[in-house]
């Protein structure tokens, strides 16, 4: 492997996904909902109409559930406080595992089936680079700006929410180590396991498009899952997200070796 | 030692046989021409020999290297211009060619800056290098393609209808480029192309393929003459009539003689042109004929190519 010519196609597909809006829009418009859309709703709204009282009686159950070490942290808290701080602090926390996912699914299927629909896959692999730099350098574009994406978004979640919140709690909700381990120990390799699936999706079919609706057929059912565990896994400490992170690390060596395997340059050319 | 040679060459996708047994050597330096109706094989031939593709059966040397088991090498030594010019769309043209020229192992910045400027401004494009490819005419694409193809001064050039989607200018700008290239740099190279005017000018040797095996291999000349048929005799009269033609017919060495459509033009079939033609004019006049030009037709490489593959080529 010549760290070069990865770093090569790395930088030359940077240049393409930087001026592709079909791919900066969503990995854009996405993570601004979460981080800023979202949790201001969930401050201001409450404070400006009285939360119904149904709603609170669901809120005192749910509550009673919580395992004792954050009930612990709730000790104090008058019911809105409650609600907010649970909410933004667990609650949302799935979210966050959906930025790098569908940012790296995204620009990897661009950059894989993409290439392939555009016609310019038969020049790349005439080119005297190997499959495993293509593969790398592939592989670290889709990985980059989905990381930048997701650190971006804590930070920028972090601000919208310390600020909001600030007078209301008189102390900094964030960051915390289960939400820094979140961040760069979960999302991470999330991230690389959308990466692996994408890859070895792209290799079998025609274009973009159809990479893009089989990851949403294939992703969205293991999110839906992943979301619901990983309130709890938050909601467990941070013990459970570095166990969960270890997880991962298997699944993504597990599908590495599968698209290592799949991504051949005779067979991306021979199909049609 | 050949610069390309192939044996039993063959490339199957499912049931079909795309590329059937190919034998074939092309000579440092030389122009080679493939030729062939549409789905022959020549692109996936191509394809085989640039190491895109594994052969199905038998096996193609390229430079000595062979295709599967030293493809790296195959694909450092050889250039090739793909069927579609599989450009980046979103990239400026010399972001294009800076990609490729570093992907071809011109590392130097320097002498790649010189290079790509080189040959852009041999193609007319220079003054475009800073516009998005996707943006480029079909004819300045595959220009582009082209550039492409030879950044890094490759031994053996495989190029898949270079001419295509060009105007004039720019078609006889390729064509004198691919003999400078093999004349001047000994380069090899491998041309599949429609025009048979392009592969009778400029290649040493064409192969005719159909249906993915070979169906001849020959100088062009050595095509035409064998296959179309010797040069015939073209009288163009003021006024063609019966009588003029029987008298031409009278002749001995005159084996046929067809009116054209076009009133006063004579086509006359003859075992040796240059020993007959005095004859024919002669009886021509005799018979009141008013001669208004005489030339001798070569056959083209056309005739020999529609005769090989049936007529139904394009
Ligand atoms: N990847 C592929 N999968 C299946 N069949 C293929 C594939 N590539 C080529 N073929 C088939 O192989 C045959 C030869 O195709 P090829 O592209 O080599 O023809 P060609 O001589 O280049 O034709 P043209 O003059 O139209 O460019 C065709 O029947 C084509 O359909
Ligand atoms: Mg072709």
Redesign the pocket.
């Known amino acids: 492997m010549r760290i070069e010519k990865a770093l090569l196609v790395f930088r030359k597909d940077w240049r393409e996904i930087s001026r592709n809006w079909q791919v900066l829009m969503p990995i854009l418009v996405v993570p601004l909902l979460f981080t800023v859309a979202i949790p201001a709703a969930i401050i201001l709204i409450p404070g400006l109409m009285n939360a119904p009282t149904s709603s609170t009686a669901f809120l005192g159950l749910m509550v009673e559930n919580l395992p004792g070490q954050i009930q612990a942290q709730l000790s104090g808290m008058d019911e809105n406080q409650v609600m907010i701080y649970v909410m933004l602090l667990y609650f949302i926390a799935p979210f966050f595992l959906v930025i790098p996912v569908m940012a790296s699914s995204v620009i990897a299927s661009d950059s894989f089936a993409g290439e392939k629909e555009r016609k310019t896959i038969e020049a790349l692999l005439a080119t005297p680079i190997t499959d495993g730099e293509l593969l790398f350098g592939k592989a670290l574009v889709s990985f980059v700006p989905s990381m930048l994406v997701t650190g971006g978004s804590f930070l920028l979640y972090s601000a919208t929410v310390d600020l909001l919140t600030y007078e209301m709690f008189g102390r900094l909700l964030l960051p915390n180590l289960e939400w820094v381990l979140l961040i760069f120990g979960l999302a991470p390799t999330v991230s690389l396991a959308g990466i692996g699936l994408t890859v070895m999706i792209s290799a079998r079919v025609k274009g973009f498009k159809e990479a893009q609706q089989i990851s949403a057929v294939l992703v969205v059912p293991i999110l839906m899952m992943l979301f619901a565990q990983a309130s709890g896994v938050m909601l467990f400490g941070p013990l459970m997200v570095g166990a969960l992170t270890l997880v991962f690390i298997l699944v993504d060596i597990l599908l590495f070796r599968l698209g290592v395997k799949i991504f051949r340059r005779e067979k991306i050319?021979?199909?049609? | 030692m050949p610069s390309i040679e192939t044996e039993g060459l063959t490339k199957r996708?499912?049931s079909?046989t795309?590329?059937d047994h190919l034998n074939f050597d092309v000579e440092a330096g030389e122009i080679f021409g493939l030729l062939?109706?549409?789905?022959?094989?020549?692109?996936?031939?191509i394809r085989m020999l640039a190491s895109l593709i594994s052969p199905s059966e038998g096996y193609a040397r390229v430079s000595g290297h062979d295709v599967v088991k030293e493809s790296l090498k195959v694909r450092e030594i050889v250039g090739i211009l793909t069927?579609n010019p599989s450009l980046y769309d979103r990239l400026t043209a010399y972001e294009n060619m800076e990609f490729f020229a570093e992907a071809y192992g011109i590392t130097d910045r320097v002498e790649r800056r010189d290079r790509i400027r080189e040959l852009l401004e041999l193609f007319d494009l220079w003054e475009r290098r800073d516009d998005k490819a996707g943006n480029f005419s079909k004819g300045m694409k595959q220009k582009l393609a082209i550039t492409r193809a030879i950044v890094h001064n490759p031994e053996i050039l495989f190029l898949?209808?270079p001419t295509s989607g060009l105007d004039p200018k720019s078609s006889k700008d390729i064509r004198d480029l691919m003999e400078e290239l093999s004349r001047r740099e000994n380069q090899t190279i491998l041309l599949?192309t429609?025009r048979l005017e392009d592969a009778d000018r400029l290649c040493s040797r064409v192969m005719i393929?159909k249906d993915?095996g070979s169906v001849v291999v020959g100088s062009p000349e050595e095509l035409r003459n064998k296959i179309a048929g010797t040069p015939l005799l073209e009288i163009r009269l003021r006024k063609a009539d019966e009588r003029i033609v029987r008298s031409v017919e009278a002749l001995e060495q005159v084996s046929a003689v067809s009116l054209d459509a076009d009133p006063g033009r004579m086509l006359i079939s003859l075992d040796d042109v240059e020993a007959a033609t005095p004859l024919v004019v002669r009886s021509v006049v005799e018979a009141g004929g008013m001669v208004l030009s005489v030339n001798v037709v070569e056959p083209s490489l056309e005739e020999a190519y529609l005769k090989l593959v049936g007529g139904d080529s394009e």
């Open positions: 050319l021979s199909q049609r | 996708f499912g079909l795309a590329v062939g109706p549409n789905g022959a094989g020549k692109t996936t031939t069927e898949d209808e599949s429609h393929i993915g």
